[in-house]
């Protein structure tokens, strides 16, 4: 916790040297990946989140993020060997606060936006259910227990991943421009502390918001 809250204290720091400053929200759609053991499916959710950019560091643009997102999913699978083992479903959804930094960024015709980076998540909140279920040689499914009362979390409390991102910006002023956006997230780290616990994720969003200019 200590990385982000370090991490929002550079951000306001930056934001009376940034160009531009942008809210968004909107919906995300996550997928999950990298766990042959499961069958997985993603769903719905939403974002919220505050962006600055224009920042020079050594005549490099920059940008940075912050912001709050709200996914989820289920699993289910097989977690054991030839010998025995158990079955395992489970449905989960997360909340999160999110840092990112864009290293790579570009501009096209002063009104659409294409960046680039890296992006940082903290948990903030989880809820998740499911059943484990035993069986061995010659022997039937049988019910074990609820996750919910084996387990006091089942999510990683950080995650990291790549971002890309297209904005498309409608000025409306000298000052003002409403931006709609499309980002995709690559996840890098494990999504789950428990079975399965090398799930990844890839999340679409979509979202709409303001853009206010600092500075020209």
Request: charged share 20%; hydrophobic share 35%; net charge neutral.
């Amino acid at each position: 916790m200590n990385r982000i809250i370090l991490g929002v204290l550079l951000l306001s720091s930056f934001v009376l040297s940034s160009q531009n400053i942008d809210f968004m929200t909107g919906m995300n759609k996550s997928e999950f990946y990298n766990d042959s053991r499961s069958s997985n499916q993603g769903g719905w959710g939403c974002f919220l989140r505050m962006g600055i950019d224009g920042i020079k560091m050594q005549r490099l643009p920059l940008r940075f993020t912050i912001g709050f997102e709200n996914y989820g999913g289920e699993a289910s699978g097989w977690d054991g060997g030839l010998g025995g083992g158990g079955m395992v479903y489970v449905n989960f959804r997360k909340t999160i606060i999110t840092l990112g930094a864009y290293p790579i960024n570009f501009r096209i015709i002063d009104r659409i936006d294409l960046n680039f980076g890296f992006e940082h998540s903290r948990l903030l909140t989880e809820s998740y259910s499911g059943e484990i279920y035993s069986s061995g040689y010659k022997h039937p499914l049988t019910f074990i227990c609820y996750l919910e009362d084996r387990y006091d979390h089942y999510s990683e409390k950080t995650t990291s991943g790549l971002r890309g991102r297209i904005a498309y910006d409608h000025v409306l002023s000298d000052k003002w421009a409403v931006s709609a956006e499309y980002s995709y997230y690559l996840g890098l780290s494990p999504e789950l502390d428990e079975f399965p616990e090398s799930l990844r994720s890839r999340r679409h969003q979509a979202g709409i918001g303001l853009q206010y200019r600092i500075q020209k």
